[in-house]
């Protein structure tokens, strides 16, 4: 994992998530989920592009099981969304990376037009 990518834990989610104004996009995934495993390389790069507009962040459900359940993550890879501490959108299971991108895109840009 990059340095681009911060490891999302049940002690640093309220700092790194709830209580940050900027745009974070969290990665609910585990080591034993295949699909998990397509949606990592993505994550990844959508990490290096969108450097400086969104914090992207990964949790592994195994070690953080309650925040998984906090949100109701039934499936994963399940990507989150939040501003404000709170879930804006979400992406359930693997999808082509240009699907990430027109969600990231289209919540940036509600962003700037509530600025």
């Not at 900027?22 to 397509?38: H, N, Q, R, S, Y």
């Not at 501490?85 to 037009?113: E, M, N, W, Y």
Request: hydrophobic residues 45%.
């Amino acid at each position: 994992m990059s340095e681009l990518v911060t490891i999302a834990t049940t002690a640093n989610w309220e700092t790194e998530v709830g209580k940050t104004g900027e745009l974070v996009m969290v990665d609910f995934w585990a080591d034993w989920c295949g699909p998990c495993k397509t949606v990592a390389p993505i994550v990844e790069e959508l990490a290096r592009e969108y450097q400086g507009k969104i914090k992207v962040m990964k949790l592994n459900t195994d070690e953080a099981p309650d925040v998984a359940t906090r949100f109701q993550i039934m499936s994963i890879p399940t990507i989150l969304f939040f501003r404000n501490g709170q879930t804006v959108d979400k992406i359930v299971g693997a999808r082509p990376k240009q699907h990430f991108k027109q969600t990231i895109d289209a919540l940036l840009a509600q962003c700037s037009a509530a600025v």
